[in-house]
């Protein structure tokens, strides 16, 4: 999950359920009305489906003067108005490594970012838009909307200055903060070996300074390469072409010649690697680097892993690695395109998890926020059914062969989820751990989690949420 882009995001407008351009317009034209002193309209939820001509600028430019960001669901991309484009000053700017600035036959930029340029451009733009304070207060919020989830714990998977800085500072200013956070820093892509370098040194240097002996609840653990895009805006590292476009086959965020320097610098300074790989070519390039370069026992893990190979799958429990999945995002009612831009054949190998569980990976199952809902029951409804939780009836299943049990995916959330980052004072229940539960109203049946309701959280054996008084509670 990712704390300070979660906290952000619940301040921003919500097009998740729109279907259509005209409901995107219709959306943040009645916010626009309703709030005319916001500076900036900042939108979420996005999903490339609802604009399947793609989109521009001047699709939303009459719709409001202010700076309109509307962030794609996955968050691998952003589509902005001229206003926004303007205050962006990217006219110039070539496109960053592993990302693009889109542009019209003039060579203006034409109102779309992707992948590299979201962690270039974009998040360091939206988070120094807000002073530290507006950074603080977002992390609490985020904090606040977990506690009331159900989750004492998360692992932070694109920590960078800007949020470290407030995470810090908040920390230390609230003391009874029920969350314990395992933090990998994000590695942003360049083409220059020894800028790659230092950012992985600045992991290590942070590492050496919060870990477990020095700041148990606050650490940071390792590093995160975001290799390859999202399937949906065909930027998934892939070993064979999309089948609508034969040519269209997009190389990686990160070719393998800048990635495995990134790998054997951080697997030498004792951290943790996280590499986001959703593409078979993505995955089978990630595993192979770990493989070349990682150390035995370290749980260097893999994240997504939506496409992958059988041998992938296997290789996996072979070399130790954690399969890091978000069974939110195998809801069928968001996987609309997956059987155009890849074919019948390749979509039966979506979210091969119960693959991954047989192999004998480690299992950590996690929610992604604020890229797809966070409620934990509801990601546990997926991974057991295959079925959709944001709209429950949807009629299809996505490979339900690849389903996990409902136990096994209880363990996978919470003992898996701690296990990985070496989490060993909690994950479960036992005689010498750190008291943090949760208390759920709920039937043991797969089919109706969506039914069930949290009703306390306890962190270190104090309540901190409970729905009796719908609030966080503080500690006396």
Known sequence: MHLLLLGQSLRKVDLAKCNNLDDIRSTIKSF????????TIMCKGWMHFMTPEGVTAAMID???????????????SCWCNSAAIEVLNVADVPDPAGGKIY??????????????????IIWPFQAKSSPKEERMAAIRAAVQEYNAAGYTGVVEMAMDE?????????????RDLAIRIAAYWLIKPTTDLEANRRQVQR?????RKFNAETSPNLRLVGVKVICDGIIDACTAYLSQPYSPLPAN??????EQEYLEPVVKEADALGLQIALHAIGDGAIKMAIDAIEKYGTTGRRHRIEHLELASPRDAQRLGELGLTASIQPVHADPSILQDWPKLLGEDRCKRAFAYREFADAGALMAIGSDSPTSPWLPMHNLYVATTRQSS?????GKTVNEHFRLGLCESIVAATEGAARSVFEHRTGSLEVGKLADFVIVDMDMDPAKLLEAKVKETWFEGRQVWSENTSRVCKSS
């Open 32 to 39: 626009a009305i309703a709030n005319p002193n916001v500076p």
């Open 62 to 76: 009459d719709i409001d003067p202010r700076p309109i960001f509307i962030d794609a669901s996955s968050l691998h």
């Open 103 to 120: 542009r019209d036959e003039n060579g203006k930029p034409s109102g779309l970012l992707d992948e590299g340029a979201m962690m270039s």
């Open 162 to 174: 800007e949020a470290w800085d407030a995470l810090v500072t908040l920390s230390e200013e609230e």
């Open 203 to 207: 992991a290590g240097e942070l590492s």
């Open 249 to 254: 086959c997009p190389p990686p965020i990160w």
């Open 390 to 394: 944001r709209k429950p009836g949807y």
